[in-house]
């Protein structure tokens, strides 16, 4: 199964699901912390579509599945 491209308002939404914390925005990226992985995300703020290997990398950091990735995405 293969990650959909999507908006960074969308990546946004699903980080809220997960309970990140938006600490900051530095330029173009906001700036999340998600307190059950400690870990700090930042995500680009741009009109595009996000590049594949962004959202891939975004999402093991994360530690979730494509599937489960993709069912957040569906949610939202």
């Known amino acids: 199964m ?3 491209a999507i908006k960074s308002r969308d990546l946004i939404k699903i980080l809220k ?3 990140c ?3 900051r925005q530095t ?3 906001l700036i999340f912390y998600c307190p059950n992985q400690k870990k700090i995300i930042p995500v680009p703020i741009h009109s595009k579509d996000l ?3 962004l959202v891939h990398s975004i999402r093991k950091e994360l530690n979730l599945s ?3 990735f993709i069912r957040l995405l ?3």
């Open 2 to 4: 293969k990650l959909p």
């Open 17 to 19: 699901k997960l309970n």
């Open 21 to 23: 914390v938006e600490k």
């Open 27 to 29: 330029g173009s990226h």
């Open 51 to 53: 590049k594949k290997g």
């Open 66 to 68: 494509i599937k489960e």
């Open 74 to 76: 569906r949610d939202c």
